[in-house]
């Protein structure tokens, strides 16, 4: 039987799994609306404030089960406001599937009413894009996005399809199963034997990983090889809750942010072992001086990234469970007492200096006076005491983002969600509701001031769609992380990072039928943490914290481990 090219998207869409559709409707999708209203009852549409907003939680959705997350939007304006969420998704590496309506094939060109050559647009920022004008290739224009999506390093696709392509009638036949990625690439047995065989002789063993582990889901086998090999393991942001936070061998997030022990064991290891990780100047600073003392062993399913930041002794590209399961059984059992006790040492003295750059905090900020603030520590504490294990975290950009990776108890894989390469303002509460809506757990996202007015309207979508997303917002009345940049290296110009607002967020959240309190002191916050939990729509707490609060350790840009700040007088 022929059917329309729109319902042949929602056909495939279904036979590829796809449950939720995150979008917003417009002239040239009028059609593809029209057939997900009549699939209603077999695939479900949500519909967020702004196409920007839906991406976002596309790839909350992703990200937080491993599926193929699914947007749609109209041409122009419609798809260009999809384009920093799908930016997000490649940098970071996200399964996701956008597509666009376009004006019909005879108007392409023509500078028609809202023609944007999207595909254009989107071609540095997808793994690849199509624009569909012949509607006998719809059907297996969607199955190949699918199959590039979650094939090797995952990423973004976007379909673009023409109002008459969406119109035109063709014969559909439905897959039995959804498509499969295309075959995996496995390690070669020599260069693993060659890994081994630099393992086996370090004597200063660092593991540092990143998202790829998750992506992966080497979790269980990276910590396998820690424990044999007796190496301290740590992270990029995008690798956070690949492995327990309590694991005894996991030293933290490093980098420009991150824990002073896990920054300081790479730079004084002799070897390290990179899985997953594309060695992003947020996780090594300059990479002139990052290779000074050690050799390196980079595994990943992405041969581009080999040698590509940073060059590596040995590079292997290959499937991670693989390969690092199979290098395990290769590598001897080992101990470092010498390394081990260094290491305790080192983080020793992390928790030393955290304490002492808290004391001056603390210190400073009483001097000035004012109103009581909650310090940020206190309030990740206090918030997850309260959330237990069973949640997501979210988080949006700034300073609350760093402060949350480095605090934030993590325990299982795919429970924080975070966008780490393009670092997006706007980009938590989009991905909050995209996680809700494929797992059912709560979810908690920490958010300040200004990440949070970004995309502010994605409130009336929680609440639409009945998610008792729990919002903390960290308000402490400026642009954080620039602000700090202004403190340390630009005498203290703060151009522009000062947010003369006085928006109350608590009643933001009761105009769009949520809830909401304030707190600057542990007493209110428990109490409105409980509430919040108790929840049952959106609950927004919004804690006044000091604008002098500072993201400590700090590698300076263009510095390495050798110049950590870790306090400021």
Not at 174 to 189: D, G, H, K, M, R
Not at 239 to 251: E, I, M, N
């Amino acid at each position: 039987m022929k059917i329309s090219g729109a319902k042949i998207v929602v056909e495939t869409l279904i036979e590829q799994g796809c449950d939720t559709i995150f979008g917003y409707p417009g002239g040239q999708v009028i059609d593809l609306f029209d057939e997900l209203y009549i699939a209603r009852d077999r695939i479900k549409h949500i519909l967020t404030a702004h196409e920007q907003g839906a991406a976002h939680a596309a790839d909350g959705y992703a990200r937080s089960t491993g599926k193929v997350g699914v947007v749609i939007a109209t041409s122009g304006p419609g798809a260009t406001n999809l384009v920093t969420g799908i930016a997000a998704a490649y940098l970071d590496s996200v399964p996701m599937v956008a597509i666009t309506g376009n004006v019909s094939c005879d108007q392409i060109g023509r500078d028609s009413f809202q023609e944007v050559d999207i595909v254009g647009v989107t071609m540095p920022i997808t793994k690849h894009n199509f624009i569909v004008k012949d509607i006998n290739e719809l059907a297996d224009t969607l199955r190949t996005a699918f199959k590039i999506a979650k094939s090797g390093r995952q990423g973004p696709v976007l379909v673009d399809i023409p109002k008459d392509v969406q119109t035109a009638l063709c014969e559909y036949e439905s897959n039995a199963q959804p498509v499969i990625p295309y075959p995996l690439t496995f390690a070669s047995e020599t260069k693993l034997q060659k890994a081994a065989e630099l393992i086996n002789s370090a004597q200063r063993p660092y593991i540092y990983f990143g998202g790829g582990v998750i992506s992966g889901k080497a979790s269980q086998q990276v910590t396998a090889l820690a424990e044999k090999i007796d190496a301290p393991m740590g992270c990029s942001l995008m690798g956070l809750s690949a492995v327990p936070c309590d694991h005894p061998r996991f030293l933290g997030m490093q980098g420009m942010h991150g824990h002073y022990a896990s920054t300081a064991a790479e730079y004084e290891a002799d070897l390290v072992i990179a899985l997953g990780v594309r060695f992003s100047n947020r996780s090594t600073g300059e990479n002139s001086r990052f290779t000074k003392n050690y050799r390196i062993i980079h595994i990943d399913i992405d041969g581009a990234e080999l040698n590509k930041n940073i060059p590596a002794d040995l590079t292997i590209r290959g499937d991670l469970l693989d390969s690092v399961e199979r290098l395990t059984a290769m590598v001897e059992e080992n101990r470092h007492p010498d390394w081990a006790k260094h290491i305790a040492e080192l983080k020793a003295q992390e928790e030393k200096l955290t304490e002492e750059a808290a004391d001056s905090t603390r210190k400073k900020i009483t001097e000035k006076g004012g109103s009581p603030k909650l310090s940020p520590y206190e309030i990740i504490d206090i918030i997850s005491a309260r959330a237990g294990e069973d949640v997501i975290i979210a988080t949006d950009v700034g300073q609350h983002q760093m402060w949350t990776a480095q605090r934030y108890p993590l325990k299982k894989p795919r429970t924080f969600l975070s966008s780490g390469g393009l670092g997006a303002m706007g980009y938590g509460l989009g991905a909050a509701i995209g996680a809700s809506t494929a797992t059912g757990k709560r979810v908690v996202l920490f958010t300040g001031d200004g990440s949070f007015g970004m995309n502010l309207g994605e409130l009336a979508t929680a609440v639409s769609q009945d998610i008792p997303v729990v919002i903390v917002v960290m308000n402490n009345g400026v642009l954080g992380m620039v602000r700090q940049q202004q403190t340390l290296f630009y005498d203290k110009h703060y151009s522009n990072t000062t947010l003369d607002r006085r928006t109350d967020f608590a009643k933001v959240a009761e105009a769009f039928g949520a809830k909401g309190g304030h707190a600057s002191t542990a007493e209110e916050l428990k109490k409105l943490a409980e509430a919040a939990f108790a929840s049952d729509v959106p609950f927004v707490i919004d804690c006044a914290v000091d604008c002098d609060e500072l993201v400590l350790p700090m590698l300076p840009q263009g510095g390495s481990a050798e110049d950590i700040i870790t306090s400021v007088k």
